[in-house]
């Protein structure tokens, strides 16, 4: 371990620390009846728009998912591209989920102004509930997450928790159920961080020369993979990108190094084998590569629990470990923000 | 200069300098009769489905873009995702939309398997008359881009022109019209590349120190991000990474200093001010930037057109003279491939 490892021991970590309570919160505090009606037949709607920007708009990819296993029309969009370039898509039979964690970046506000026009059912998803989104929502999923400093972490994960319940409650699925699941995430993630300190050092020791990383994943994962490229990058200043497992084959493959590490989620059966042979075919490429999964990984890598609905919470634990690692190596505390404010208000 | 120069001067500047001729040709061989039916009346399908990998994939979001405007329920998914977690939005009514310039990576492979059982209306787009998804497909576009050597470039350009034919057909509008304003790409295409060597150095003089790329823009231009991202890391092995001009601002601007250079898209005028001002933005926060512009720009960033159809195509000649610029200022000849075979054939 680096001797500077006090420098990553800033509000970023106890922010990341946090996360247990975070989820006890969130969970503890959904329900139906904020949902004002639009909740259990979301088949009547001609479209279900999801959008966010950032991590917000990555934490929406697994709900997109089982909206379109359900038969139902799901789109998937930045909330920037929306605003300006697919309005169109909208109308008074669209259902329009928007998440951000503050509800009041400059593309939600002007989102807010849009959607009144289209007349579109909206449902909010935020850690605010004074912020704009809040307030104008007909339906209002809160996280409470508590405030954050900087880098997204303990908002990311309320934000997984509240969709995955959402995503129940909307396909008509179980949601007692999933509610009983999610309520073990909290638990696993606490018994994760217990040694996160341990984690982190292991991290580091396969980091030393490292100067690029990636995240890939598929299916609910590359939810993970978005968002652990953005969170790396913003929180170390190392360049950092998340992608489909499938995309890095297409592409950045190729330009594989000892310097290049390669985060690889193993995700769900039914592309675990090919995400594993990715991890294989890295290190005979001469890269350098970690599998995140259930069983078979180092303990910074591992999964405390195989559940499908709190796997992207659980996979989010070792980027962050890995974020903490990169920032010890490059002797800056990681997550400390000096060009941004926490909340964009510039479009 | 670098006296390295020479560097670039391989096979992929030869296929960089083919690509008025590889337009020109893909154009004289578009035509109807080859797409069966499927054209004209896109409304009569539930969903129209646009997949492809890689730059095949961002050439395809135009196209998105125009379908939701038409009002049509168009889906943008990557391949990879699509074959193994959304086949469920498939079926008789849809209309599949694949790009593969190769017609045989593995995703697309796979692809044809599954949308037989589906029953799929297919429509393929490739520049190989000889390949799967050329010989299944029930249409056909055909580009005439000649064989690559390694990095997308003319097949990018050709699959752009093909794909914005195919938009004017699908959606009922004036494809004779949308035919002549491509006509003139070749021309606007071979008077920008006739200066390249200039493009080139200057590109290289206002790079000197840069360790790190991000290519910006939004809309249409949102294509020539993503594709710049990755064919610049691909060519160059410099990281790079393409995104929307807002994400940017949400995230990686945060890590913006004297080493980062970003290319940002001007493009349209709905959001032609947004872009200009993040230009304006980075260089304040002490990065660098440069803006693709029909006007206001230095020669090697000027689109020699401005009319909407052609865009995309022409944005992409700064961002190839960039990927040279960097290879020559790394000693590194552009876009040769040591891993990376040209066509996956791995998931």
Known sequence: MPSDFKIIKGPYIRDILQQPEALRKTLEGLGRDQLQGLDGNAARFDRIVLTGMGSSF???????????????????????????????????????????????????????????????????????????????????????????????????????????????????????????????????????????????????????????????????????????????????????????????????????????FVLVMEGDSVTAALNRRLVEDIRAAGGRAALVSASDSNQECRLLDSREAMRPILEMLPVQMLSLALAALRVREAGRFGLLQKVTTVE
């Open 58 to 260: 990555h934490a929406l990819y697994p709900l997109h998912l089982q909206l379109l296993s359900a038969g139902l029309p799901s789109l998937h969009v930045e909330t920037a591209e929306l605003v300006h370039y697919q309005m169109g898509a909208m109308n008074k039979n669209t259902l329009l989920v928007a998440v951000s964690q503050s509800g009041r970046s400059i593309e939600i506000v002007r989102l807010l102004e849009l959607s009144k026009d289209r007349r579109s059912r909206l449902l909010g998803v935020t850690n605010d509930e004074t912020s704009p989104l809040a307030v104008q929502s007909e339906g209002l999923v809160m996280m409470r997450a508590g405030e954050e400093v900087s880098v997204s972490c303990k908002t990311y994960l309320a934000t997984l928790l509240a969709l995955e319940w959402l995503g129940a409650v909307l396909v008509g699925g179980d949601a007692d159920e999933t509610r009983a699941v999610l309520g073990e995430a909290a638990t696993a993630t606490e018994n994760y961080l217990r040694k996160w300190e341990s984690h982190v050092e292991a991290f580091a020791r396969s980091l030393e020369g490292v100067g690029q990383v990636f995240v890939v994943g598929r299916g609910r994962s590359l939810a993970t993979a978005e968002t652990g490229g953005l969170i790396l990058k913003e929180s170390t200043h190392v360049p950092a990108e998340g992608m489909s497992s499938a995309a890095f084959r297409h592409g950045p493959f190729e330009t594989l190094s000892d310097h290049i």
